[in-house]
């Protein structure tokens, strides 16, 4: 039994529909324009489905928080989805009040409109729950005009916000073809992976990915994890390794000395199952260069595994069944550095894993290695996806079992 409803549980036709997606995109700061579509293209699937099961379309969004460069209206958003939807998309600079009401009501089956950036609303990030959120102004604007709340926004799933959660308390509710792909995906990866399952950890942040790792291996979710980048830097300070003034400094801004405690007690308990490299690449002057871990410290920066890490890696990833890959294993943009990565991510691209990738980084890597087709489940999650590998509960996920309407 599904804990939550999906497009199949309702009859649209005629039906006016609030459909919550995550269109929070990078933006070029000088022109504003939208840098990667990719959480567009990946709503796509729901947003032509309500088109086709004629329903009348308000979709409800945020690009950037309240006080930053990249907060902005949506009418770019809107023309960027018109374009790759090939269907007229009317953007609304309202969000809940007379504008918006007049349009929803006016609208006809098929048509699609895009109300404002939610975050303009004040309360939007307040930590409530649904049925607080529910006496919002949003929420009560809204609600009477429409029939259904669709939530396709796995991206921003560990955000307990009005627009987000609040409707479900008013509202029959379901997930979206996103949501629910990336939850049934993710959620057998998390609790019933094929065996042996690897999980990749690279990037240039670690603290939140010990926490991450202590679950995969309290839960054997994972049966190996490789560790590479600044995580993999990090286990080995822990273990007492100098690694140089230049790397110290970069572990220096992200973690607290408490976590080296942590992570010492991850590696005794767990040393049968974490592996981290054996050589690096080091940015020597202007070239790249191997350093094995044994000749450390270094004047240098590490900005890549070695060469013999890549194989040690690839022949640990040559048994298993499931792959994860979370971060990329150097300073890709750099194409000196990309070589751990390039090398890494192919090997599982062409190999017959299950693989799956997930966090903004590593998409734009795979994405760059023109890998995406062969890579068997993309995340469009960041944070919302580290919370639910850690198997923390999302709100949003919440919300939707907890919905008004339950059928199953
Ligand atoms: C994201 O891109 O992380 C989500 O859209 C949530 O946005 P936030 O991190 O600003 O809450
Ligand atoms: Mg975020």
Redesign the pocket.
Known sequence: MREYNTIDDFNFEDKTVLLRV?F?MPLDKNTFEILDTTRIKRALPTIKELIDKKAKIVILA?QG?QGSWDFINLQTHAQALEELLEKPVRFIDDIYKEKAKDAIKNMHAGEIIMLDNVRKFNGETDKKTAEEHAQSELVENLYPLADYFVNDAF??AH?QQCSLIGFTAVLASCAGRLMEKELTTLGNIISNPEKPSVFLFGGAKFSDTIVTIQRLLEKKTADKIILTGLPANAFLKAEGIKLGEKNEEMLAKEGKPELYEDIKKLLEKYKENIYLPTDFGQQSNTDRSEINVSDLPTNYNLFDIGEKSIENFKSIISDAKTVFLSGPCGVFENPEFMKGTQEIFTYVANSPVYSIVGGGHTVAAVEKLGLNQQINHISTG??SLEKFMMGEKLPVVEALKNAKNKFS
């Open positions: 995550d929070n945020h928080r991206a921003a955000r960041g944070g």
